[in-house]
T-cell receptor, first 112, second 115 residues
Framework: KAGVTQTPRYLIKTRGQQVTLSCSPI?????VSWYQQTPGQGLQFLFE???????NKGNFPGRFSGRQFSNSRSEMNVSTLELGDSALYLC???????????FGPGTRLTVL | QQQVKQSPQSLIVQKGGISIINCAYE??????FPWYQQFPGKGPALLIA?????SEKKEGRFTISFNKSAKQFSLHIMDSQPGDSATYFC??????????????FGKGTHLIIQP
């Protein structure tokens, strides 16, 4: 099976803009989670989607949002970008909500 | 509040030696403890995971030791090889797999295996 794929792999935006990142889970996986990875804060949980519904959310401002489609693909949106949003955004998928999470390669977002 | 503390931050081990990375957690509701390995430019990959009903789990050269009373767990890499050079993250979550509540990660250990 193909692994988790994320597009784009690299992105450069300026402050105030918004960005949408995409994640395609492993075929058959229905749970998708998003994480932010920065050198200072490490890996932090953003949110989890299952059956097109956000089931859980980490401690991030409302500028961070997401959605999941009927084919389990997920998108993550960040509005009004700030310099501190520069990070590697990782998507992980699992067969179900209590199954092992497999990570994609991430999208490297740079905010100038 | 950092719920999972990982040490050391960096580690240099000679080829063939044992690499040991330690983690401590605070939330007693955690019941799933995985270790992830991450190479530059890649996402974290699951190495091995343990639940609190066992004190040790071994898979090949990788062993997790778990001490529930001390709320600590560690990763041992036996016969360390240069290909093991990577960043290692411990994590914890409530519920199996870490998908539902999300994984709480340690800050990572940058491991270098010298030939």
């Amino acid at each position: 099976k193909a692994g988790v794929t994320q597009t784009p792999r690299y992105l450069i935006k300026t402050r105030g803009q918004q960005v949408t990142l995409s994640c395609s889970p492993i075929s058959g996986h229905r749970s998708v989670s998003w994480y932010q990875q920065t050198p200072g804060q490490g890996l932090q949980f953003l949110f989890e989607y299952f059956s097109e519904t956000q089931r859980n959310k980490g401690n991030f401002p409302g500028r961070f949002s997401g959605r999941q489609f009927s084919n389990s693909r997920s998108e993550m949106n960040v509005s009004t970008l700030e310099l501190g949003d520069s990070a590697l955004y990782l998507c992980a998928s699992g067969e179900g909500r209590t199954d092992t999470q497999y990570f994609g390669p991430g999208t490297r977002l740079t905010v100038l | 509040q950092q719920q999972v503390k990982q040490s050391p931050q960096s580690l240099i081990v000679q080829k063939g030696g044992i690499s040991i990375i330690n983690c401590a957690y605070e939330n007693t509701a955690f019941d799933y403890f995985p270790w992830y390995q991450q190479f530059p430019g890649k996402g974290p990959a699951l190495l091995i995971a343990i639940r609190p009903d066992v004190s040790e789990k071994k898979e090949g050269r990788f062993t997790i030791s778990f001490n529930k009373s001390a709320k600590q767990f560690s990763l041992h890499i036996m016969d360390s090889q240069p290909g093991d050079s990577a960043t290692y993250f411990c994590a914890a979550s409530r519920g199996s797999g870490g998908g539902a509540d999300g994984l709480t990660f340690g800050k990572g250990t940058h491991l270098i295996i010298q030939p």
